[in-house]
């Protein structure tokens, strides 16, 4: 039987270090219609900066959804063998449901050095996040479409100061090493350029 599904790309480094450059050129080469799926809210004025500068970056033919939560739901209705589909990005998204998460497990009334800082309660966030990812690198992998996901590491700088982050550095590494295992080809760029790790 003829394998339907498209190709899983994972890009992935650290800030700045062109993934999200290489990505779009990844995905205008491809010569195909572009969804790119955008996973950064504005809700500050220096987001909302990035995100305009990111929108006038992209070529004109690109069709931006904006989906903080649940990309699946845009793969589910534009995911078709003639597409190509760029989710930017994987950590934003971890974020996004990590605070989330984080507030729904009582830390509203806390302060940043007491969210998430019981190991139960970051275990129970890390795994329900988890859930979510593992299902979403099977759809993915699974999609007609071909899809790229822009992912950051963030595991090769310091400890961070507060348990909330240090559940966002791992949960971080966590979520890319899923989809790393799921990829048919994996990205690490690095001052500009990229290198074919898988």
Not at 50 to 63: G, L, N, T, W
């Amino acid at each position: 039987m003829e394998d339907t599904r498209g190709k899983l790309i994972l890009v992935t480094g650290g800030a700045r270090s062109g993934k999200s450059t290489f990505a779009e050129n990844y995905a205008r080469e491809a010569s195909k219609r572009v969804v790119y799926i955008a996973t950064a809210a504005g809700d500050d004025e220096e987001m909302r900066r990035r995100i305009a500068a990111h929108r006038q970056r992209r070529p004109k033919h690109f069709i931006t959804i904006e989906e903080r939560y649940y990309p699946h739901l845009v793969l589910e209705k534009e995911g078709r063998a003639d597409t190509f589909i760029l989710l930017d990005c994987l950590t934003l998204l971890l974020s996004n449901h990590l605070i989330k998460e984080a507030f729904r497990e009582g830390g509203a009334e806390r302060n940043q050095g007491e969210i998430l800082d019981d190991a139960a309660e970051q275990e129970r966030v890390m795994e329900r996040i988890l859930d979510y990812i593992g299902g979403l690198s099977l759809l993915l992998r699974s999609s007609p479409a071909d899809v790229l996901v822009v992912t950051n590491e963030v595991g090769m700088g310091l400890v961070p100061e507060y348990p909330l982050s240090r559940v966002f550095r791992d949960l971080s590494g966590r979520a890319n090493q899923i989809m790393a295992s799921r990829a048919d080809e994996v990205w690490f760029t690095v001052c500009g350029i990229p290198q074919r790790i898988k």
